[in-house]
């Protein structure tokens, strides 16, 4: 069975760090694209960054490219996200779908495994 913990957020200035942790485990090749989302107040959910978890491809948004990068230690995907901006404020969750990172794909639906989420706060 799999499963994922999503941890690591806080409240933190604009311009700081946070790095988040997505724990996972009974991950399989029918089911190793990591994705992290977010969903500010008010907003749609967003796909943030994904990582095959076997390959290590990496994709970004553009909201994220250049300040956020995903990563995978052993059994543990990292969001690690830099020069956070107000607008960065949501709850972060990562979810787990066979091998395809779309970070248009978007809905609850089509990844079969969430974890909890975690909720960022950036104060300006």
């Known amino acids: 069975d799999v499963q994922l913990q999503a941890s690591g957020g806080g409240l933190v200035q604009a311009g700081g760090s946070l790095r988040l942790s997505c724990g996972t485990s009974g991950l399989t090749l029918s089911n190793d694209a990591i994705t992290w989302f977010r969903r500010a107040p008010g907003k749609e959910r967003e796909g943030v960054s994904c990582?095959?978890?076997?390959?290590?491809s990496r994709h970004y948004a553009e909201s994220a490219q250049g300040r956020f990068a995903i990563y995978r230690d052993k059994d543990t995907v990292y969001l690690e996200m830099n020069n956070l901006k107000p607008e960065d404020t949501a709850i972060y969750y990562c979810?787990?779908?066979?091998?395809?990172?779309?970070?248009?794909?978007?809905?609850?639906?089509?990844?079969?495994?969430w974890g909890q989420g975690t909720l960022v706060t950036v104060s300006s």
């Open positions: 979810a787990a779908r066979d091998w395809r990172c779309d970070l248009n794909v978007r809905s609850i639906n089509s990844y079969p495994y």
């Open positions: 990582i095959r978890f076997r390959n290590t």
